[in-house]
């Protein structure tokens, strides 16, 4: 299996150059670069001597929760800039469960707080089928804090170089508001409703 560089057909973003979204889309590629060449080193270590190579090996393992994490969430993150941007539908079973959960504040009010942690990472919203509510968490390493099994509705990538062309540190929240300006909602209502 050898995974190959997603295409994304995104429009001319608000808030978001032409410029940052290349440079972006480069990151993601090199994710998807690193992926396989784990893969294919760890082939190659097993073939020649698995036990010798163990220690080796076990470190590309390592990696590669990384490298694999980096590549899938950068997924999530382009695909819901697809199709231009849509308003949240008031009458979706998102919207139905973000007003159970968030109430008055609202979820894209509760992302925007998340967002506003110090450090980089992701706001990641899951869907809670057991629970049956959403989760909103800042993960700070892709591949460490994930909320085990439950799936992905929305990503905000707020590490840096998803705005650093645009956008200084200091000016997060612009990127955050851009973010929005262009999100897809119609995207993250299907993820949602393919949970039910």
């Known amino acids: 299996m050898t995974y190959t560089p997603k295409t994304f057909n ?8 032409e410029k940052q979204i290349k440079v972006h ?3 993601y590629e090199g994710y998807v670069k690193y992926v396989n060449l784990i893969m294919e080193k760890l082939k190659g270590l097993k073939e020649a001597d698995a036990e010798g ?6 470190e590309l393992r390592r990696r ?4 694999f994490d980096g590549m899938r969430m950068h997924e999530y993150y382009f695909s819901q800039l697809e199709g231009g941007a849509t308003a949240v539908n008031s009458d979706s079973a998102l919207a139905a469960a973000a007003s159970e959960k968030y109430g008055d504040q609202g979820l894209i009010a509760h992302i925007k707080e998340v967002a506003g942690s110090r450090g980089i990472g992701w706001v ?3 869907a809670d089928p057991v629970g049956k509510t959403l989760c909103t968490v800042f993960v700070g390493d892709h591949e460490v804090g994930q909320l085990a099994g439950l799936p992905i509705l929305l990503v905000l990538d707020l590490w840096e170089h998803a705005y ?3 956008y200084v ?3 997060k929240k612009n990127y955050i508001d851009a973010f929005f300006a262009n ?3 119609s995207i993250v209502e299907k993820r949602f409703e393919a949970t039910l």
């Open 183 to 185: 999100l897809n909602w």
């Open 10 to 17: 995104l429009p001319t973003l608000e808030g978001l150059s």
């Open 25 to 27: 889309l480069a990151l």
């Open 53 to 58: 190579n163990a220690y080796l090996i076990a």
């Open 164 to 166: 650093m062309v645009d």
């Open 169 to 171: 540190p200091a000016d």
């Open 64 to 67: 590669f929760a990384f490298e």
């Open 124 to 126: 990641v919203v899951y």
